[in-house]
């Protein structure tokens, strides 16, 4: 079983078309969506959610109005200002949601054991079926944090039906940048296969990315997407590449069709005569015969 992990510096670069077309070239693996704060693979491969789990990501603090003192021991030592005081009421205290970071220190110094500190509901992950295989995905709630715990979360679930199936491949939609979800979702894979365009911009986030699952020692492959839009910025792409010791793996075309494939809810591979369709198949072939 390999894992494959398609990331990107930068979003809009193309990476989820490019995860659709290489589930609809893997003839049967499971698919990740890691993206969990923008997750759209979803709107590819129409998948039919067959399992709903409440994420629990952190803890919060609340007031017990019958337990409390009114001593505001808690407001004197939060350090972010998250317990506030109302007069008007009693107890006067109370803490904000929103600016609560779950650290616990109320709940425990609190001299009264007036502070609960309890599991919060941070979004949600499903296990869903779809025409190329299982799919794991989730929704981080609204203003929620604990990304990177989602992430590892969704990867511990594919693996589980990727064993359980016995099936070849995990294939997985990345977020893009360099932060803390993209760190969740490359560590310990076999593969990071990174999506970039052929621009200014392009390079300095291939670059980012590249040293990133450097340090890991995730070994790292290219793919220059659109990359006959400017094809001197392709060729200084692909250098800085060799330089970088990743391998070019494919050349996509820029083609209208995507778009089309986009409209349909389709993969781009699933149209006839799509230019951009033969660089993605090449790139699905280099992959195999390098994990291998």
């Not at 359980?164 to 490359?186: E, R, T």
Request: proline share 5%; with cysteine; aromatic share 6%.
């Amino acid at each position: 079983m390999k894992e494959i992990v398609v990331v990107s510096g930068k979003g809009g670069t193309g990476k989820t078309s490019l995860v659709a077309s290489l589930a609809f070239l893997a003839g049967g693996s499971v698919l990740a969506d890691c993206d969990v704060d923008a997750a759209d693979l979803h709107l590819v491969v129409k998948p039919k959610v067959v399992k709903t789990e409440n994420f629990y990501g952190g803890k919060r603090a609340s007031i017990m109005p019958d337990k409390c003192s009114n001593c505001g021991k808690c407001r004197e030592i939060c350090r972010f200002d998250a317990v506030k005081s109302d007069g008007s009421k009693y107890p006067a205290y109370f803490i904000d949601p929103i600016d609560c970071e779950g650290c616990g220190v109320c709940s425990y110094f609190c001299p009264e054991k007036a502070i609960e500190f309890k599991l919060v509901v941070n979004g949600q992950w499903f296990i869903s079926d779809t025409r190329y295989g299982p799919m794991v995905h989730a929704r981080l709630g609204i203003a929620e944090e604990n990304s990177g715990k989602l992430v590892a979360l969704v990867r511990s679930q594919a693996k589980k039906i990727a064993e359980q199936n016995s099936l070849p491949h995990i294939i997985v939609d990345g977020p893009p940048g360099i932060g803390c979800p993209v760190i969740a979702s490359i560590t310990g894979s076999d593969a990071a296969l990174i999506v970039t365009e052929p621009t200014v911009s392009g390079e300095h986030d291939l670059e980012r990315v590249a040293e990133l699952a450097k340090h890991f020692k995730i070994p790292t492959y290219l793919c220059v997407n659109k990359f006959d839009i400017n094809p001197a910025a392709s060729l200084n792409i692909e250098k800085k590449a060799r330089a970088l010791g990743i391998t070019l793996v494919g050349r996509i075309h820029y083609d209208r069709a995507v778009t089309d494939a986009q409209m349909k809810g389709l993969p781009v591979v699933e149209l006839a005569g799509a230019a951009a369709a033969e660089g993605i198949r090449e790139v699905w072939e280099n992959l195999v015969k390098k994990l291998r």
